[in-house]
C-alpha cells in the first residue's frame, strides 16, 4: 500500500459513451440512441465531451454543451445519471468549463516526458520500492521485470505530468468542491503508446498525487486516426488491452483506488475492428469502459444533409469544395491523427454532379462498400470548421433536415458503436 486508502465517492457507471457534438444540435438524436441501447439491454451512459479547441473553432461556451445535455434529457425524458465532460483541459483553460461541467478530462500530455524534481523522483522510487524485482499481476501470464531502472525511466516520462494532473485536479476541486464531478487523466496525445507496466507506474503516481481518478485515457498501440477504423497490429492490441485491464484492476486492489476507475478510449470512433476485441475483453475482466467519439456525429450530418437532397446537398458539396481548396491549412493541427492520400481525393468539380446516394456512400463509414472513400471521409472529419465559418448557414440546414440527419446521427451511435463495444 501507498499512503493511507483513498476513495472518492463519486462512482461512475460502468459503461459510459462520450458523445461530443461540434454544433449542439444532435443531443436528442444522440441520447435516442442510448436509448435504443438500454431498450437493448445495454445498461450505458451519456458524456457529452467537448474540448477547449473545439469550442474555440466552432466559437461556442460550455455553458452551450449544458444546455444541450440538460435539454435533450429533459426532452427524452432520460432518468438516469449523464455527464457534461471539460474535455481535455489544462491550467490555462479550465476556468471557463468549471460552472457547466461535472467531469474533467485533465490532459497532461504536454507535460511528459519532462523531467521532475529529484527529491520527486526519489520519493517515488521509494513508494513503489516494493514492487520492484519480479512482479507479477494476477491474470498476467508472465511477471515483469520491474528493475529501478523501468521505474526511473517512466517517472522521467510521467511524474511532471502527473503532478501537474494533480494541480488541475485541486484547482477544479476547490471551486467544485469534493466529489462533485468525474477525474479522467490522460495522456492519450503523446507522441508513444504507453505499455502495461507504464500505466501500471502512472496509477501508482497519481494513488501519491491522491487524484481520485475515476477513468484513465492512455496511448495505446496502434494508430487512432480521426473517423476512420484502427490501424495497428490486432493481436498487439488485444495482448495489451488485456493487460491493461488486469493491470487497473491490480491497481484499485493496491493502491485503494476507487473500485469504479476504467479505461477511456479515446478517438474511439470508428474502430470497427477493435470493438469486438474490446467488448470480449471488458466482459472477461467484468470492466467498465468509456469511450470517446466526438468527431463522427458530425460526419452524420453532412452525411444527413447530403441525403435530404436540394440545398442540404449544395452546401455539403460547398463544404468538400472549400476543405479541399483548404486541404494543408486544415490538415496540419490533426496531422497525427489522419493519413490523407490527396491524390485519392475526388475532385470537388466532380463532386459538384454527385448524387445525394453517390456523396452519402463515399463518406458513410462501411468499410465493405465499394464507394466508400476513406481518404474524403477524413477531410471532412476535419473540414468541421469550413462549417463553423457558415454558422447560421450551417446549422439552419441542420435545423430544417433535422429528421434525416437526426436518423444518421442515431443510427450510427446504436448500430455501429454501441451494439458492437457493449452489448
Ligand atoms: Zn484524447
Redesign the pocket.
Known amino acids: 500500500m501507498l499512503r493511507s486508502p483513498f476513495r472518492s465517492t463519486v462512482k461512475i457507471e460502468k459503461y459510459t459513451c462520450g458523445t461530443g457534438d461540434r454544433f449542439a444540435h444532435q443531443g436528442r438524436a444522440q441520447l435516442q440512441a442510448i436509448l435504443k441501447a438500454r431498450a437493448a439491454g445495454i445498461d450505458v451512459h451519456p458524456v457529452w465531451n467537448k474540448s477547449n479547441r473545439e469550442h474555440s473553432i466552432i466559437k461556442s461556451k460550455p455553458d452551450d454543451v449544458r444546455a444541450e445535455a440538460d435539454s435533450a434529457v429533459a426532452a427524452l425524458g432520460w432518468k438516469g445519471a449523464y455527464y457534461v465532460d471539460a474535455d481535455?483541459i489544462g491550467l490555462k483553460t479550465v476556468d471557463a468549463f468549471i460552472p457547466a461541467s461535472d467531469f474533467f478530462t485533465l490532459d497532461v500530455a504536454d507535460f511528459t516526458g519532462k523531467a521532475a524534481e529529484a527529491e520527486a523522483v526519489e520519493a517515488f522510487l521509494k513508494a513503489v520500492s516494493r514492487y520492484t524485482g519480479s512482479l507479477s499481476i494476477p491474470d498476467i501470464d508472465r511477471p515483469f521485470d520491474l528493475t529501478e531502472k523501468t521505474v526511473r525511466g517512466a517517472a522521467g516520462k510521467f511524474l511532471l505530468a502527473v503532478q501537474e494532473a494533480g494541480r488541475i485536479y485541486r484547482h477544479v476541486e476547490g471551486k467544485k468542491g469534493r466529489d462533485n464531478f468525474v477525474t479522467e487523466v490522460?495522456v492519450?496525445?503523446t507522441d508513444a503508446p504507453q505499455n502495461p507496466v507504464e500505466l501500471f507506474l502512472i496509477l501508482a503516481m497519481i494513488a501519491e498525487e491522491r487524484i481520485p481518478i475515476q477513468t484513465i485515457?492512455p496511448k495505446f498501440t496502434g494508430r487512432f486516426n480521426k473517423g476512420v477504423d484502427y490501424v495497428g497490429d490486432l493481436v498487439q492490441f488485444e495482448k495489451e488491452f488485456d493487460e491493461d485491464l488486469s493491470v487497473i484492476a491490480f491497481a484499485i486492489r493496491e493502491f485503494g483506488l476507487a473500485d469504479t476507475l476504467k479505461l477511456s478510449v479515446?478517438?474511439g470512433s470508428d474502430k470497427f475492428s477493435i470493438y469486438p476485441i474490446i467488448n470480449r475483453l471488458i466482459k472477461k475482466h467484468n470492466a467498465g469502459l468509456h469511450v470517446?467519439t466526438a468527431g463522427t456525429t458530425w460526419l452524420e450530418e453532412v452525411i444527413g444533409l447530403a441525403e435530404s437532397g436540394g440545398e442540404g446537398l449544395a452546401l455539403v458539396k460547398e463544404i468538400y469544395a472549400q476543405a479541399h481548396g483548404h486541404y494543408a491549412e486544415l490538415a496540419a493541427p490533426y496531422s497525427t491523427v489522419i493519413d490523407i492520400d490527396s491524390g485519392k481525393l475526388p475532385d470537388p468539380k466532380s463532386v459538384m454532379g454527385w448524387s445525394s446516394a453517390q456523396y452519402a456512400n463515399a463518406l458513410r463509414h462501411v468499410e465493405s462498400s465499394p464507394h466508400y472513400n476513406p481518404h474524403f471521409r477524413q477531410l471532412l472529419h476535419v473540414g468541421f470548421k469550413v462549417a463553423a465559418g457558415m454558422g447560421k448557414r450551417f446549422t439552419d440546414a441542420l435545423e430544417a433536415n433535422e429528421e434525416i440527419v437526426g436518423r444518421n446521427v442515431t443510427e450510427n451511435l446504436f448500430d455501429r458503436h454501441l451494439q458492437p463495444i457493449f452489448r
Open positions: 481535455h490522460s492519450d496525445e485515457a479515446h478517438s470517446k
